[in-house]
């Protein structure tokens, strides 16, 4: 191992590790944002973009984000949509992402019982009120572990980014070796910058499980 | 006489061919009590959630003091601030405390200051001895504590009418007593209220007017005192001893 080399790249590696969490937060947010409108959606039956919110739900589970990139980023251009890799990388995974939030926060609204609802319409609240301060507290709650859960699951979908030439983590490391052929190094780097970027995730996730629980169960 | 609070004209309410509620009209005027008894089923939930607008409604129409009150109508959240209503089983916000509780829709919806609404909400809290659990969440709750929180909440939207659905029917036996006590308290102060319950001797107590509903009907409609010593119907009669209980010796 040659850690005068790994201290050399090391900024390398630290500026693809913050280009990796920035993408990965920014598409995530973007992906939680999407899901609440998707899950809202579903649950107030609004007649079309339900049907709309369902199959986008199947399209973006059942296709790769690989894929997914692609379409956005040669796709657009094509119908004269200029777009950057860093654009691309957010919009994909905020795509792919909305899907599974979607799913995550309808589970959680179904598990709360309509009579809620109609308790906080009943003392006059309007529908987004009582969505706000009484439905989605609760949903939360449960949904917690599935929204953990696939916050996690998209940081790491980042990984496919370098396909559209984003110089995050997987590409400098591809880069690195095959530039210097130095794949120990560079290996031990890359797992390396994910684990700091993920166990802090999955950790801060375990967390805010323990402290939603309270909120869910009992009346 | 007194104005009509709550005017429900030949309401008609069914459930895709099921009709449920035919042509009822009925009224409840200022500071009046009214109590709804009648079979399981026959209607008397749903009597209460059309007036909340909870329901829609297939013909008819419900007023509160002349104002029209229906599921598609504007002016749905400040109509059904009009309407107060409390469930059989409580329906309080687990997620919040009892003082959030009571102070979420007065505050959030109503926009009224928070520190008049908590000092209201104070008062009613110790009137019906609860005071000191305020800051409790409801699961820490008994049955009977949550549902006497249920109606501080409901009445500080200061609605024109309260309405009870069954709201001691969930309740363990010794908790029953210190919530009816609490619906009587309101009564005396002179609320105006519409009651459903299986409770008989508190109906007695508690009612100006008695309502029997069946077959999507109000098939009587009288007094208390008349409707326990002498009822018209048959119906009237055979709902009362279902109530007797009597052992062949
Ligand atoms: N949401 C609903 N969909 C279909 N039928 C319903 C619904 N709610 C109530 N019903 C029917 O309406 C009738 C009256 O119910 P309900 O008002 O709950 O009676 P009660 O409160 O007097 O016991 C019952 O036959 C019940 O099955
Ligand atoms: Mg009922």
Known sequence: MDWAYIGRVLPLYGKAAWLTFRTGTAGILLAAAVG?????????????????????????RNTPLLVQLFFIYYGLPKIGI?????????????????????????????????????????????????????????????????????????????????????????FTAKDQIGLYYRTAESLLLLVGAYLMILLPLSMLGTFLERRLRHAGSGT | MPEAVLKISHLTKRFDDQTVL?????????????????????????????????????????????????????????MRRKVGMVFQNYELFPHLTVIENILLAPVKAQKRRREEVRAEAMELL?????????????????????????????????PDILLFDEVTAALDPEMVREVLDVIIGLAERGKTMLIVTHEMSFARAVADRIILLSDCRILEESSPEEFFTAP?????????QSFEFRRSR
């Not at chain 1, 609440?36 to 973006?60: D, K, T």
């Not at chain 2, 018209?232 to 009362?240: D, G, N, R, S």
Request: glycine share 8%.
């Open chain 2, 22 to 78: 035919d042509d009822l009209s009925l009224e409840v005027r200022e500071g009046e009590t009214v109590v709804i008894v009648g079979p399981s089923g026959c209607g008397k939930s749903t009597l209460l959630r059309c007036v909340n607008a909870l329901e829609d409604i297939q013909g008819g129409e419900i007023r509160i003091r002349g104002e029209e009150i229906r599921h598609d109508g504007k002016n749905l959240p400040e």
């Open chain 2, 232 to 240: 018209k119907t048959e119906q009237a009669k055979k709902f009362l």
């Open chain 2, 126 to 158: 110790e009137r019906v001895g609860l005071k000191e659990k305020a800051d409790s969440l409801p699961r820490q709750l008994s049955g009977g504590q949550k549902q006497r929180v249920a109606i501080v909440r409901a009445l500080c939207v200061h």
């Open chain 1, 82 to 170: 200029r777009t950057d890799p860093e654009f691309c990388g957010i919009a994909g995974l905020a795509f792919l992402g909305g899907g599974y939030m979607t799913e995550a926060f309808r589970s959680g609204i179904e598990a709360v019982d309509s009579l809620q609802e109609e308790s906080a319409l009943s003392l006059g609240l309007t529908q987004s009120q009582a969505f706000i301060h009484v439905i989605l507290p609760q949903a939360a709650a449960v949904s917690a572990p599935a929204v953990m859960a696939n916050v996690v699951f998209l940081m790491k979908e980042t990984s496919v980014f370098s396909a559209v030439s984003l110089m995050d983590l997987m």
């Open chain 1, 36 to 60: 609440l409108l998707g899950a809202a959606a579903l649950r107030w039956r609004v007649p079309v973009i339900r049907r709309i919110v369902s199959a986008y739900v199947e399209v973006s």
